[in-house]
């Protein structure tokens, strides 16, 4: 008998065990992402449609503010001549017709801004103070104070359209025809008045948001403070002005800005107030920019106020952050 071997080869068609060597794959490779990353790769898709819709616009007008476009090449504004910085000349050109118009509307819109957001501040830190403390009644108050900011805005501002008409307007009845307010009813959507029918409209439409985030900013202060105060005999304005206004610092710096950039670029109110065009008195900057647009069809033009627009927001934005961020540090030291 022939002696056998301790190891031997396969036979043709024998298949190989699974626990082989040969059986063996390559390991594969795995590519494991830190945690760091994760909220990146998270926030990535929505970053990435941000800049779309944002971005591409933005670099679309600011190529349209070079060119001479108007309705001639309005088929093919790529074919409109170039025209460099013109349209930034005759836009800041305040000697002017359209630099002296365009100023108005900035300096209107500047005056609009003021107003608007300082007495929506005001209101909203007014209604937060009084019902910081609990009494019955108090969610029903907060919940129609929303009642504004919660409206559509098409909606409420048509609703106020009709009440400031002239003859039969709610506001001139009641002013006039009931508590005898003027010798005659007002105009209160055409002339002077109209700023004044914008400036009650917006604080009307924005001072609650700004009640919403006052009430949110007090609910972190804490009882104790006010409490220790009052042992110590310090009064109800001494309270707001050394707890309740330094403590809400962070939160007015933020909720100033947004009310500026809101109320600043607003073109719903004024647009459904007063249509497309706006007496002088509102003629805010953002019905002005989109009448040299879409009205004399000179988009080139209107591209330039638009960049001029943002420029300026920025500019504004950056300062009023740094200022903020310097007090805030000199706070802390």
């Given amino acids: 008998m022939a002696a056998t071997t301790g190891t031997t080869a396969p036979s043709q068609g024998e298949e190989t065990l699974p626990g082989s060597a040969r059986a063996r794959k390559k390991p594969r490779r795995s590519y494991k992402v830190g945690r760091g990353a994760v909220p990146y790769l998270l926030v990535l898709p929505a970053l990435l449609m941000e800049l779309l819709i944002h971005l591409v616009p933005m670099v679309?007008?600011?190529?349209?503010?070079?060119?001479?476009?108007?309705?001639?090449?309005?088929?093919?504004?790529?074919?409109?001549?170039?025209?460099g910085l013109g349209n930034y000349r005759v836009a800041v050109d305040f000697n002017?017709?359209?630099?002296?118009?365009?100023?108005?509307?900035?300096?209107i819109t500047c005056a609009f801004t003021v107003l608007a957001v300082g007495f929506s501040w005001l209101l909203g830190i007014t209604g937060a103070i009084l019902m910081q403390d609990a009494f019955r009644g108090r969610g029903f108050l907060r919940a129609l104070f929303m009642t504004p900011y919660a409206l559509p805005i098409y909606a409420s501002v048509i609703i106020w359209a009709f009440m400031l008409q002239h003859d039969n307007g709610l506001v001139n009845h009641v002013l006039y025809n009931q508590l005898h307010l003027g010798s005659k009813p007002a105009f209160w959507l055409i002339g002077n008045n109209s700023f004044v029918?914008?400036?009650?409209?917006?604080?009307?439409?924005?001072?609650?948001?700004?009640?919403?985030v006052l009430m949110a900013g007090m609910q972190n202060i804490p009882d104790e403070l006010y409490?220790?105060?009052?042992?110590?005999?310090?009064?109800v304005w001494q309270q707001i002005r050394r707890i309740t206004m330094p403590s809400l610092r962070p939160i007015n710096q933020v909720l100033v800005l947004v009310l500026f950039l809101w109320t600043f670029n607003d073109f719903n109110v004024p647009y459904v107030l007063f249509g497309a065009s706006a007496p002088a008195a509102g003629d805010l900057i953002s019905i002005h920019i989109y009448q040299a647009s879409f009205l004399t069809w000179n988009f080139g033009s209107g591209s330039a106020m638009s960049v001029l627009l943002l420029l300026f927001l920025l500019v504004v934005t950056t300062v009023y952050l740094a200022l903020t961020s310097l007090r805030g540090r000199r706070a802390h030291a």
Avoid at 63 to 78: A, C, D, H, P
Avoid at 96 to 107: E, K
Avoid at 227 to 235: L, N, P, Q
């Fill in 60 to 83: 679309v007008g600011v190529v349209m503010s070079f060119k001479e476009l108007t309705q001639f090449y309005i088929r093919n504004w790529g074919a409109a001549p170039w025209k």
């Fill in 96 to 107: 002017g017709a359209i630099g002296h118009a365009l100023l108005h509307s900035f300096l």
């Fill in 197 to 212: 029918s914008l400036v009650v409209v917006s604080i009307w439409r924005n001072w609650p948001f700004a009640l919403l």
């Fill in 227 to 235: 409490e220790a105060s009052a042992i110590d005999g310090a009064g």
